[in-house]
């Protein structure tokens, strides 16, 4: 019995151990599938992500150069193979384009997509999308927007191949294409151009400068300041300089991107923001927008140094001092202009340069006095009911105070005649401020100059008619 045993404990054994290989063997093998299937879907994405990348740089540098021939009528899209230094020709394939239509991105349906761009082509636009933004999507993912008579790379309608200056700021996360000017003279003489801008291809020597700083405005109003960083070229040029402002280029008869490259500006300064309010006896303080953010000035306010935009909201373009309304007076006030550094703004809205070695930096926002407003109380003496006085043609009731805008007014009291009693009221004199005011003839009217809070006091005079 104990041979039985031991050989039965022995087959069980054996049958596992079967059971264990069957199992196992197969899922290490599905394991190592996994692996390398995750590798494989690893190196998928990242030469996905280095392709899409490499036909940004390549549009970017001209292979292909695209340029949207805007029309009223009819449009057109430009495929240009300006830059010969890709060999071979890159493809680049469009599966759609889409068009700006009424705020909505909408497919042009009259082409065949996909489009396989391998040398210079056009295509022809419907008019519908002739004259409005439009989106070029790429096979690997990349979207290349145009507005009418625009280009991506160095493109140029005149001839073949150009030259094409541009500038960036850079950023950890993200490249802004600022406000920027350059002075050149590519053309001959020394002109100003705003950025980006394209020139016709062509070789020689030519001199250009761009401003130390310039800045990009995102749609929340903050600004951000860039400070020259150096100059990137693509394509075949000679600089006698990439880390200055002003350059010399020596062009090759190539097509040539020169990139003037911005770093954020962030220097931290404080700003003394003063508000001027004429004739008050106490500033009203007044909310701004600096940079997106709202602050109530005048106040010392903490900003980094370069461009700022300054937003005066509309209700504080004519705006009411009531800090003296206990005294009887409101005043109201209407923006005029802000200055800094003697430099005006006349609108509400402006954007103003802050130079980071700046002192006490100050921007001051003026107000002119558009009228103020006086608390006046309106009364009679001896005059019977349902009696008004009239100011410049407005109503005022006896027995009630009214904010009244000063200056010069024609009182215009009523009257009043019974015809059975023969008895009239007329109003004899006004009284105001301790001064008696008389009718002025021809005109039956009381010139009152009203300049300070106090009492309007009519008075009526009762006079008995005789029946006739």
Request: one cysteine or more.
């Amino acid at each position: 019995m104990a041979k039985k045993k031991g050989l039965t404990s022995t087959i069980a054994l054996l049958i596992l151990i079967i059971v264990l290989l069957v199992v196992i063997v197969p899922f290490l093998m599905y394991l190592q599938y996994l692996q390398q299937s995750s590798q494989v879907s690893s190196a998928v994405v990242n030469n996905y992500a280095v392709l899409k990348q490499l036909q940004q740089s390549a549009v970017v540098s001209g292979h292909p150069a695209i340029y949207f021939e805007g029309g009223t009528v009819k449009g057109s899209i430009f495929f240009e193979y300006t830059n010969g230094t890709f060999v071979p020709p890159v493809n680049l394939t469009v599966i759609s384009i889409l068009y700006l239509n009424n705020g909505v991105w909408t497919n042009i349906t009259s082409f065949k997509y996909p489009i396989v761009i391998n040398q210079t082509a056009a295509l022809s636009l419907p008019p519908y999308a002739s004259n409005v933004p439009i989106v070029i999507v790429t096979s690997l993912g990349n979207i290349f927007y145009l507005t009418p008579n625009s280009s991506l790379g160095p493109y140029s309608p005149a001839s073949k191949g150009g030259v094409e200056i541009a500038a960036q700021i850079y950023m950890k996360n993200n490249i802004y294409s600022p406000i920027a000017n350059i002075s050149t003279n590519i053309t001959g003489q020394f002109k100003n151009y705003s950025l980006p801008i394209m020139f016709p291809n062509q070789t020689g020597t030519f001199a250009a400068k761009v401003p130390q700083y310039v800045y990009y405005e995102l749609p929340n109003g903050t600004v951000i300041t860039g400070i020259f960083h150096n100059w990137y070229v693509i394509g075949k040029a000679i600089l006698n300089s990439s880390s200055s402002e002003g350059i010399k280029v020596t062009l090759e008869g190539s097509s040539v991107v020169l990139i003037a490259n911005y770093t954020e500006l962030i220097v931290p300064i404080t700003l003394n923001v003063q508000v001027i309010e004429p004739n008050a006896p106490s500033i009203a303080p007044i909310t701004i927008e600096i940079n997106g953010q709202s602050y109530q000035v005048p106040a010392n306010i903490r900003v980094d140094a370069g461009y700022i935009s300054v937003y005066i909201p509309q209700n504080y373009e004519l705006f009411n001092n009531t800090l003296s309304e206990s005294n009887g007076y409101i005043y109201e006030y209407k923006y005029q202009y802000s200055e800094y550094q003697n430099k005006i703004y006349n609108i509400p809205s402006y954007i103003l340069f802050i130079s980071p070695t700046a002192s006490n930096p100050t921007l001051y926002i003026y107000y002119t006095e558009y009228a103020y407003y006086v608390y006046i109380t309106i009364n009679c003496v001896n005059g019977p009911g349902g009696m008004v006085l009239h100011l410049n043609g407005t109503q005022y009731n006896y027995g009630k105070s009214y904010w009244i805008m000063a200056g010069y007014y024609e009182a215009n009291p009523t009257g009043s005649f019974n015809s059975y009693s023969g008895l009239a009221y007329n109003p004899s004199y006004i009284t105001y401020l301790n001064e008696k005011i008389s009718l002025e003839p021809p005109l039956l009217v009381f010139p009152i100059d009203i300049t300070e809070p106090g009492t309007i006091t009519v008075y009526y005079t009762e006079v008995q008619y005789q029946p006739l």
